[in-house]
């Protein structure tokens, strides 16, 4: 499926620089090591996928042991041409530039056809290995709002109304929009 391009920043500002080692799991955080040789994927890559609030420690997430995830693949296992890729307008995936200087590959791609899910257990803050920045984040919920709904949404009107929302924001001053 083909779609309008989304809006993903720059491969330089697609992931959080610097992470707090305690931060909260967050939506569009990557895992290593979630998937076993003979799972879904070759690779051990993994993005968590759920809004927050359906594994917040304190919330859903203390009596709900599973956690929705697409495997991460590099891009050159797919057809697609990589303009097409980075652009966002190929509705069934999400591309992921290289998150660190030891990963060979410089793109990569989480594909939401492939969506399962995994036990809680897989996701620790020692196998987190990237998090999406607030921009990258708000093109992951546009990617699965068009993906799941057939819904796009207004880039102009896209943006994270309260800080708090993003762990990586900064504060935002009251009265004032991200």
């Known amino acids: 499926m083909t779609q309008a391009p989304t809006f993903y920043p720059s491969a330089e500002r697609y992931f959080v620089q ?4 305690s931060r909260p799991i967050f939506q569009g955080d990557l895992f290593a090591s979630i998937f076993g040789a003979n799972d879904s994927g070759d690779g051990t890559f993994g993005l968590l996928l759920p809004h927050p609030c359906d594994f917040a420690e304190d919330g859903k997430g203390a009596v709900q042991p599973q956690r929705l ?16 890729l980075r652009s966002g307008s190929v509705g069934h995936l999400i591309w992921l ?3 660190s200087p030891a990963i060979t590959e410089p793109d990569w791609c989480a594909d939401l056809r492939l969506c399962t899910s995994i036990d809680a257990a897989f996701l620790a803050h020692s196998n987190r290995l990237a998090s999406m920045s607030p921009g990258s984040w708000l093109a992951l919920n546009d990617k699965l709002t068009r993906y799941f709904t057939g819904i796009a949404v207004d880039r102009t009107r896209f943006v994270i109304q309260r800080s708090d929302l993003h762990p990586d924001c900064p504060p935002t001053p009251a009265g004032a929009g991200v």
């Open 69 to 84: 995830v697409a495997p991460v693949f590099p891009a050159s296992r797919t057809k697609v041409p990589l303009k097409q």
């Open 97 to 99: 530039p290289k998150w």
């Open 18 to 21: 610097t992470m707090n080692a």
